[in-house]
């Protein structure tokens, strides 16, 4: 069964960085094409950065520059590091495949605030 367990997010103050981590069950990186997606409230998710299986990224344009993300396929994580960070990128981050298989774990929230 996979399980992919997000974590990483909080409250940070504007212009902050997190990074947040996606713990995937199996060899599903080496297998898989991965993503990161964010949902606001009300709103559908949306892909913002996937790598693939070879390493390769992706990001949509409206955060490039802000998002980096990065897998350790030892470990079997897939990260998202965020950086400068503003009040209006607060929301729910989820990683799945790239295209999604639904294998939503609960996600992680990112608050930020001052």
């Known amino acids: 069964q996979v399980q992919l367990v997000e974590s990483g997010g909080g409250l940070v103050q504007p212009g902050g960085s997190l990074r947040l981590s996606c713990a995937a069950s199996?060899?599903?990186?080496?297998?898989?094409?991965m993503g990161w997606y964010r949902q606001a409230p009300g709103k559908q998710r949306e892909l913002v950065a996937f790598?693939?299986?070879?390493?390769?990224?992706n990001y949509a344009d409206s955060v490039k520059g802000r998002l980096t993300i990065t897998k350790d396929n030892n470990k079997n994580t897939v990260y998202l590091q965020k950086n400068s960070l503003k009040p209006e990128n607060a929301t729910d981050y989820y990683c799945?495949?790239?295209?999604?298989?639904?294998?939503w774990g609960q996600g992680t929230q990112v608050t930020v605030s001052s």
């Open positions: 799945d495949t790239n295209p999604m298989r639904s294998y």
């Open positions: 199996g060899r599903l990186l080496s297998i898989y094409t």
């Open positions: 790598i693939t299986t070879g390493g390769g990224t």
